[in-house]
């Protein structure tokens, strides 16, 4: 019986930590929001810009598409960059955050800056944590 409440215990840790993750995520896009400079992407610029594909309608479907250049991107404007991707990679993995992965809807062909895409990722969560 003891081993039952503690497994019990272990598991509302476990899944209370996760949905403050989306907190923590929502935070640091915030956070990474506030830094980062906003600029025009253009073929010309599209390296310098740090363009990537954004998603529709607030889900994350590039994310998963487009896994390895949102890494490189994000790894590029430093520290917060590969944490903001990591807790991405968590919640991905996490089922109750599933369904922002894996939308109907194609990824946008269009690139979009970093603002732009950061500020969709922010959306995504603020539409799971209101659910």
Same mark, same amino acid.
């Given at each position: 019986?003891?081993?039952?409440?503690?497994?019990?215990?272990?598991?509302?840790?476990?899944?209370?930590?996760?949905?403050?993750?989306?907190?923590?995520?929502?935070?640091? %896009?915030?956070?990474?929001?506030?830094? &980062?400079?906003?600029?025009?992407?253009?073929?010309?610029?599209?390296?310098?810009? &740090?363009?990537?594909?954004?998603?529709?309608?607030?889900?994350? %479907?590039?994310?998963?598409?487009?896994?390895?250049?949102?890494?490189?991107?994000?790894?590029?404007?430093?520290?917060?960059?590969?944490?903001?991707?990591?807790?991405?990679?968590?919640?991905?993995?996490?089922?109750?955050?599933?369904?922002?992965?894996?939308? =109907?809807? %194609?990824?946008? /062909?269009?690139?979009? =800056?970093?603002?732009?895409?950061?500020?969709?990722?922010? /959306? /995504?969560?603020?539409?799971?944590?209101?659910?």
């Amino acid at each position: 019986m003891l081993l039952y409440i503690l497994f019990s215990c272990l598991l509302l840790v476990v899944q209370a930590r996760t949905i403050c993750r989306v907190r923590e995520t929502i935070d640091l %896009t915030n956070e990474l929001l506030v830094k &980062l400079e906003d600029c025009e992407c253009t073929e010309t610029n599209h390296n310098s810009c &740090l363009c990537l594909p954004i998603p529709n309608n607030a889900c994350l %479907t590039c994310f998963e598409t487009h896994n390895e250049e949102i890494e490189e991107k994000l790894s590029t404007i430093g520290s917060d960059g590969r944490r903001l991707y990591r807790y991405l990679q968590q919640l991905r993995n996490w089922k109750l955050c599933a369904p922002l992965f894996n939308c =109907n809807e %194609t990824c946008d /062909a269009s690139p979009g =800056n970093m603002m732009t895409f950061l500020t969709t990722v922010r /959306a /995504a969560l603020q539409k799971l944590q209101h659910q």
